[in-house]
């Protein structure tokens, strides 16, 4: 789609009727950005109407889409940005919350509270099942839902958080987690938010056990589980740009027609190659030292060698 059918397509009505002359600024989206079809379709409302496109047959490659999940301050927010500059692909961090707070008409302030937020077991059981009744959280989880859906028909997409991976196809989908030593996470954090490095230290534990919590509750996963993840990348160790290298060549790898290196053959030797050839020159035999030699004539046998050993 070009940025022209985009730009359009952002301008149309809002869900309650309301035309934006600029939507990508009355919105909150910080200026008109390109979305996907599919994504815009479902921001004003009409998400069933591409399903049509979807039954076209055609080759894709191995990874769609790519769902980065991290610890709070290994840089999987920067990883992410440089892996959809390196790529072509759109990225899918505050956008999320941007595109949900529109649908909600509410304030991205006002969404930000919920954001990895998991509800509470009387939420779960008590709230109606329709969704004008619903608390704004359970509207949220719902939106959340409906538009990673969205995003995944689309594609060429790189989402960070929300329990992402675990709703994408496994099969299509390259999941990563990115991690790093709580130390310099602390330092990274402190730096950013001007404040000491254990209140930074605090800030990161908290939010990373509300993370945690979000993905155990909603989809009954562990995000610190590397079974749950493809590759799981120490930005401390690798560096920011060497792990944006490594999801980068992974997605390069599954394209259709990427030159992959040949695997190294081996087969069994032949039985007739292990025995030895009897007209072949046998080897001199070695002749010991005459130091060691005389030593060897001279001692008696029953005495303990004192000599040299390897």
């Excluded at 730096?191 to 919590?213: C, N, P, Y």
């Excluded at 695997?263 to 005459?290: C, G, K, N």
Aim: glycine residues 8%; charged residues 25%.
């Amino acid at each position: 789609m070009s940025s022209l059918d985009t730009t359009a397509s952002f301008a149309s009505e809002s869900p309650s009727g309301h035309r934006h002359e600029d939507l990508g600024v009355a919105a909150g989206f910080g200026g008109v950005r390109e979305w996907p079809r599919s994504v815009v379709r479902w921001l004003f409302g009409r998400g069933d109407e591409d399903r049509e496109e979807q039954s076209v047959p055609r080759t894709v490659a191995r990874f769609q889409n790519i769902c980065v999940s991290r610890e709070t301050g290994a840089g999987g927010y920067a990883i992410s940005r440089m892996v959809g500059q390196r790529l072509g692909w759109k990225v899918y961090d505050q956008e999320l919350l941007e595109a949900i707070a529109h649908r909600m008409e509410l304030p991205v302030d006002d969404v930000r509270v919920f954001d990895e937020l998991a509800p509470s077991v009387v939420q779960d059981w008590l709230l109606p099942l329709r969704e004008e009744h619903y608390a704004p959280q359970e509207a949220y989880l719902d939106h959340l839902a409906k538009l990673i859906e969205a995003i995944g028909r689309a594609g060429e997409s790189v989402l960070v958080g929300r329990g992402a991976g675990f709703l994408m196809p496994r099969e299509t989908t390259l999941s990563v987690r990115i991690i790093a030593p709580i130390r310099y996470r602390s330092m990274r954090l402190a730096e950013r938010m001007g404040v000491s490095v254990w209140t930074a230290r605090r800030a990161a534990r908290d939010l990373d056990r509300r993370r945690a919590q979000f993905e155990r509750t909603m989809y009954r996963a562990v995000s610190g589980d590397p079974h749950n993840y493809d590759l799981v990348l120490d930005s401390h160790s690798l560096g920011l740009d060497i792990a944006a290298e490594v999801i980068v060549r992974a997605v390069e790898a599954g394209r259709p027609g990427a030159t992959r290196p040949a695997e190294p053959t081996w087969s069994a030797p032949h039985a007739s190659a292990l025995r030895p050839d009897p007209d072949a020159p046998r080897p001199a035999p070695t002749t010991s030292s005459p130091a060691i030699a005389d030593a060897n004539e001279s001692r008696p046998t029953d005495e303990p060698w004192t000599g040299p050993t390897d």
